[in-house]
């Protein structure tokens, strides 16, 4: 018999499901990851619109739940916080979609943390509410999001000793890992000037530190608009 649950969620990405339906998978406050079956949402006059599925939004679920499955079924959503600036702004739903996807595989199957939930919330509302200085969101977020998968470091020194390579490049290297310090130390929205190069290969650097400790981690489809935008 199938329990109904009420929670806060984050929607991390939807799939097409049969004609007119989709699967959604979220990150709950109660549950964890979990996935929904939503039932006509395809259809021209649907219950719900499929915006209320977009990349990041925070939402409240009601599901029906029964024990020993991993699908379940959606009977209520509704937006909680709708976003200002994500869907209008290419670059911020660049990020988007590219944070969406890196977290479907760091915590697909990651149960109740409130912690990791708490900081999922306000993290995308920051994104959303950030007027300027927002390129360098995605870095910040991967480095401070990163002990949550058991795996955050302090400093750049300790986060390339764990990947065993530095850039070949001396004066690159300390000009990285100058960078990637004040990336993990200061706030969102700090100003932290780069250019699309350094950007980039920070980027590659902080995806390399991510693979070498989790064997699951797949290419990211997202990850070459997220470069294209950024440039």
């Not at 964890?32 to 021209?44: D, E, F, I, M, P």
Request: glycine share 4%.
């Amino acid at each position: 018999m199938a329990n109904t649950l009420t929670t806060r969620a984050v929607i991390f990405q939807y799939i097409k499901y049969r004609d007119t339906s989709i699967i959604v998978r979220t990150y709950t406050e109660q549950q964890g990851a979990q996935s929904y079956v939503v039932n006509g949402v395809r259809k021209a006059k649907a219950r719900y619109p499929i915006g209320l599925f977009q990349p990041l939004a925070l939402v409240e679920i009601v599901g029906y739940h029964s024990k020993g499955r991993d699908l379940h079924r959606l009977k209520e959503i509704k937006h909680l916080v709708p976003y200002q600036s994500i869907p209008f702004s290419p670059k911020k739903s660049g990020i988007a979609l590219f944070l969406t996807e890196l977290f479907q595989e760091l915590f697909r199957e990651e149960p109740e943390n409130e912690p990791l939930f708490a900081f999922l919330w306000e993290g995308c509302q920051v994104l959303d509410t950030l007027s300027s200085v927002y390129e360098n969101y995605h870095l910040q977020l991967l480095l401070k999001i990163a002990r949550f998968s058991g795996i955050g470091v302090v400093s750049a020194e300790e986060m390339f000793a764990q990947m065993h390579h530095l850039p070949p490049d001396p004066h690159i290297a300390q000009e990285e890992k100058a960078i990637i310090n004040r990336l993990l130390k200061e706030p969102f929205g700090s100003n932290i000037p780069l250019n699309g190069r350094l950007r980039s290969n920070i980027l590659e650097n902080l995806l390399d530190f991510y693979r070498a400790h989790l064997d699951h981690l797949r290419e990211l489809k997202s990850l070459e608009v997220l470069r294209e935008i950024m440039r």
